[in-house]
Each structure stands twice: as C-alpha cells, then as structure tokens.
C-alpha cells in the first residue's frame, strides 16, 4: 500500500514537473504582438508533425553569431550553458519546487543549409540529473508553439544586424 501511494506521488510530481517547465519555457518565449506583426514571414519557423522538433533557416550570419544570439537570450531567462561547440549549444536550468531533483534542458543545433543556418531546438525534462538514476523526457512536442516563436525572434535579431 505504501508503495503504490510513493507511486502516485511521483506521477504527481512528474507531471507538475512538465507543467512547471512548459510555463517557464512559456514565459522565456513570449514575444510581444509587435514583434509578431513587424516579423518576416519568409522567416516563420517551421513545425510540421514531420519534424522532430523546430526549427527556422536564418540566413546571412555566422554559426557563431547565432549561437551567441541564443546564449545571450537564454542567460537572460535564468538559464546556463551546460555544453557547447561550434555548432551547438546544451542550457540548463534546475526547476524548483519538485519533490525529487529536476531540471530542463534545452539544446540548440545549427546544420547549413542552402540558404543559410538552421537551427533546431528540443528540450528535455531531467529527473535527478546527474545520478545513477538520472532520467530524460523530451518534451519538445509539448512546447513546439513556444518554441517557433523563440526561433522567430533569433531569425529578427538576425534581420536587424
């Protein structure tokens, strides 16, 4: 009987968990209705069931540059870098108020392409990050809206330099 009651109680935290990180994310990626309006619908990310997460072509600037883009925005929003190459970029943040060790993780991916970089996101639920009983879940689909507007606004910042 204990046990299954332990049991409810981590499927509880679980999904508050998800919930947590999917309005946190939320938060991080809300864009103003002026930008959405003044933003170049050659640039509109793209998110199709096809995809495994999203993704935009931002052309005429540097990997680099980019990656610097998505750094400098995610640090703003209480993330930190937990990896990174040239070509992409692992963030973290611990989530709070969870009853076992939990944390998100977002991770940026540049490829070329013809008309320029494309940059990919997907992001992760951790529970008890790095211990033995670490676990992921990608959560990616969940938030792949607010996703698509964070891209939108890497391939504007791209627009204004």
Known sequence: ?????????????????????????????????????????????????????????????SSKAILEDIIKYRTEKGM??????????EMMMPMRNTSIPTEARMQYILT????????????FQISNPGSPQESAQEITHALADKLAEELALYAKIATKR
């Open 112 to 123: 070329q392409a013809e008309q320029g970089w494309r940059v990919n996101v997907r992001v």
């Open 1 to 61: 009987m204990k046990i299954a009651s332990n049991l409810q109680i981590l499927r509880s935290a679980h999904s508050l968990s998800i919930i947590l990180i999917a309005s946190i994310i939320s938060a991080c990626t809300t864009i103003s209705p002026s930008e959405q309006s003044n933003s170049n619908p050659n640039n509109t990310p793209s998110v199709s069931k096809n995809q495994l997460s999203p993704s935009i072509i931002i052309p005429a600037r």
């Open 80 to 89: 930190k870098i937990r990896s990174r190459g040239s070509q992409r970029v």
